[in-house]
C-alpha cells in the first residue's frame, strides 16, 4: 500500500520559516514526480513545487505573488523523504499543504495518483 505522510507544519510569525517533510513508502518512487500543493479554506488546491524523482529536475510555482525564492524542495533519495524548506512566510502561505506522487503535468494535481493527509501550515501577521 503506498502511503505519503507530511510532517513539519505549524504556527509560525510573518517572516518566519519552516521545513514540511514527506516520507514515502509502500513502493519505489524512482518514476515518479513528488510534489507539494497548498490549498486555503475556500479556495482550489494550487501547485507549490515539485521535483522528478529521476534527473532531480526542480519546479516551482511562479504565478502571482508565489514562492518562488521564498521555498526550496530538496528530496533524501536513501530515506524516500522530500522536503519543502519555506523561508520569508507571509499570512498568504497560510493553508493545509499536502505531498503527493504522481507522473505527467507537475503543477496539476489530477496527474498525482498518491497523495498525503495534509499538514497545516498558519502564518500570523
Known amino acids: 500500500q503506498v502511503r505519503l505522510v507530511e510532517s513539519g507544519g505549524g504556527l509560525v510569525q510573518a517572516g518566519g520559516s519552516l521545513r514540511l517533510s514527506c516520507a514515502a513508502s509502500g513502493r519505489t518512487f524512482s518514476s515518479y514526480t513528488m510534489g507539494w500543493f497548498r490549498q486555503a479554506p475556500g479556495k482550489e488546491r494550487e501547485f507549490v513545487a515539485a521535483?522528478?524523482?529521476?534527473?532531480?529536475?526542480?519546479?516551482?510555482?511562479d504565478y502571482g505573488d508565489s514562492v518562488k525564492g521564498r521555498f526550496t524542495l530538496s528530496r533524501d533519495t536513501a530515506k524516500n523523504t522530500v522536503h519543502l524548506q519555506m523561508n520569508s512566510l507571509k499570512p498568504e502561505d497560510t493553508a493545509l499543504y499536502y505531498c503527493a506522487a504522481g507522473s505527467g503535468i507537475v503543477d496539476n494535481p489530477a496527474h498525482y495518483d498518491y497523495w498525503g493527509q495534509g499538514t497545516q501550515v498558519t502564518v500570523s501577521s
Open positions: 521535483i522528478a524523482w529521476r534527473g532531480n529536475y526542480l519546479y516551482y510555482a
